[in-house]
């Protein structure tokens, strides 16, 4: 629960929650559109919310278990599990509903509908929200239903009493680094350099999926690093290893409606597991690369410039390359360190530089650096001085 909180005190969560508040703050009912396997708490965290204003009063509504012989009744249903009716002769409808004391003020997430029930529930919604602006705002029953997967196709229009929301383009960057951080760090502790670095991968590998940053950050630092075994599971768990994932006629719609497709700022993101499973391995390298380059470059840039304050005398200049001289011993690479030094130092005074020099070749070539070298007892003497 801790974790759940935190997510949906993120930006991008919180804001979405802050949009659904304010239509409920405005008397509009909600349809709510949710991909499959999405992240869980939604009801819990706006509930909360809701129960600050001791105007609200929020009940959920769970129709998984409900007997498939009420299933076209919604009327029926939502008086016999909150609101008896107040009229034995008077049939359940909208309008009983929309009268009884007991749901007065109330706002009530509907969740659990399923393909066969859609149909009655869709025809409710449209009967409630126009029965319902003939009520007082104030004392104005609001529902939200929340539908997922292929019930979010074709959805209705926004009305004057009637919000139709969508979980897409909601999660950011900097949500999911936030997110990752405080699971990663939750669990483990490594030096700074390897905790950065596991988070940002983490980040780049979860998407705009926090699970998989759950899955994940509990593993070993380097099965973050060779993450290809979990994402596979988690692609089998889902099932995305029927035949699906591999059909490239598939719309971008359909994808998000599976939870394997999203928005983050502004650019297409697929499922790290959907790579998986459908055997884009490089798709899923290029997001450790991209994990892996924001720290190591920066980091092996810093330790460049050690080398050459600290072997300073013997270097040489000037070093002419295939594009330009270079008459000072700031500017050389690590491969004119290794080059000069290699006569001069001994094996473990060399092998730092080695170390950075095979980690940087392999990010300028857009490959993962090699797990052996960040895992090596060189890399961690680096990172902790």
């Given at each position: 629960?801790?974790?759940?909180?935190?997510?949906?005190?993120?930006?991008?969560?919180?804001?979405?929650?802050?949009?659904?508040?304010?239509?409920?703050?405005?008397?509009?009912?909600?349809?709510?559109?949710?991909?499959?396997?999405?992240?869980?708490?939604?009801?819990?965290?706006?509930?909360?919310?809701?129960?600050?204003?001791?105007?609200?009063?929020?009940?959920?509504?769970?129709?998984?278990?409900?007997?498939?012989?009420?299933?076209?009744?919604?009327?029926?249903?939502?008086?016999?599990?909150?609101?008896?009716?107040?009229?034995?002769?008077?049939?359940?409808?909208?309008?009983?509903?929309?009268?009884?004391?007991?749901?007065?003020?109330?706002?009530?997430?509907?969740?659990?509908?399923?393909?066969?029930?859609?149909?009655?529930?869709?025809?409710?919604?449209?009967?409630?929200?126009?029965?319902?602006?003939?009520?007082?705002e104030f004392d104005r029953l609001l529902i939200i239903i929340c539908?997922?997967?292929?019930?979010?196709?074709?959805?209705?229009?926004?009305?004057?009493?009637?919000?139709?929301?969508?979980?897409?383009?909601?999660?950011s960057r900097l949500d999911i680094l936030l997110y990752a951080s405080?699971?990663?760090?939750?669990?483990?502790?490594?030096?700074?350099?390897?905790?950065?670095?596991?988070?940002?991968?983490?980040?780049?590998?979860?998407?705009?999926?926090?699970?998989?940053?759950?899955?994940?950050?509990?593993?070993?630092?380097?099965?973050?690093?060779?993450?290809?075994?979990?994402?596979?599971?988690?692609?089998?768990?889902?099932?995305?290893?029927?035949?699906?994932?591999?059909?490239?006629?598939?719309?971008?719609?359909?994808?998000?409606?599976?939870?394997?497709?999203?928005?983050?700022?502004?650019?297409?993101?697929?499922?790290?597991?959907?790579?998986?499973?459908?055997?884009?391995?490089?798709?899923?390298?290029?997001?450790?690369?991209?994990?892996?380059?924001?720290?190591?470059?920066?980091?092996?840039?810093?330790?460049?410039?050690?080398?050459?304050?600290?072997?300073?005398?013997?270097?040489?200049?000037?070093?002419?390359?295939?594009?330009?001289?270079?008459?000072?011993?700031?500017?050389?690479?690590?491969?004119?360190?290794?080059?000069?030094?290699?006569?001069?130092?001994?094996?473990?005074?060399?092998?730092?530089?080695?170390?950075?020099?095979?980690?940087?070749?392999?990010?300028?070539?857009?490959?993962?650096?090699?797990?052996?070298?960040?895992?090596?007892?060189?890399?961690?003497?680096?990172?902790?001085?």
């Open positions: 629960m801790r974790h759940e909180q935190f997510w949906w005190n993120l930006p991008g969560p919180s804001a979405f929650l802050g949009d659904l508040e304010e239509d409920l703050r405005s008397a509009k009912n909600i349809l709510l559109l949710l991909p499959e396997h999405f992240p869980p708490g939604l009801s819990r965290a706006l509930g909360e919310r809701m129960r600050r204003d001791d105007h609200f009063y929020f009940r959920i509504l769970d129709l998984k278990e409900e007997i498939s012989n009420l299933s076209s009744f919604p009327e029926k249903i939502i008086h016999s599990r909150l609101a008896p009716i107040e009229n034995p002769e008077e049939r359940p409808s909208v309008q009983t509903l929309l009268k009884s004391s007991h749901l007065k003020a109330n706002v009530l997430w509907i969740e659990g509908i399923n393909r066969e029930s859609w149909v009655h529930w869709r025809r409710f919604l449209e009967e409630f929200k126009d029965a319902c602006r003939a009520i007082d539908v997922s997967g292929e019930l979010t196709a074709n959805p209705p229009k926004n009305e004057v009493a009637l919000s139709v929301r969508t979980w897409k383009s909601i999660v405080r699971r990663f760090r939750d669990q483990q502790r490594l030096n700074p350099i390897h905790e950065e670095l596991a988070v940002s991968v983490l980040g780049e590998l979860s998407g705009t999926d926090p699970m998989v940053a759950d899955r994940l950050a509990g593993e070993k630092f380097q099965t973050i690093l060779k993450p290809i075994a979990i994402l596979e599971e988690m692609a089998h768990e889902k099932g995305w290893h029927n035949g699906f994932s591999t059909n490239n006629s598939k719309s971008d719609e359909e994808y998000w409606r599976h939870g394997m497709l999203d928005i983050r700022d502004g650019r297409r993101i697929i499922h790290s597991a959907l790579e998986i499973a459908k055997n884009n391995l490089a798709a899923v390298n290029l997001r450790i690369w991209k994990g892996q380059v924001g720290v190591l470059f920066p980091f092996i840039e810093e330790q460049r410039r050690k080398f050459v304050d600290k072997y300073r005398s013997h270097l040489e200049v000037p070093v002419e390359t295939e594009y330009q001289v270079l008459d000072q011993k700031e500017d050389l690479e690590l491969g004119h360190l290794h080059f000069q030094l290699r006569k001069c130092l001994k094996g473990h005074r060399l092998a730092p530089i080695k170390c950075c020099h095979r980690i940087r070749n392999a990010l300028a070539h857009f490959s993962p650096a090699d797990t052996e070298d960040i895992l090596s007892r060189v890399f961690d003497q680096m990172a902790n001085h």
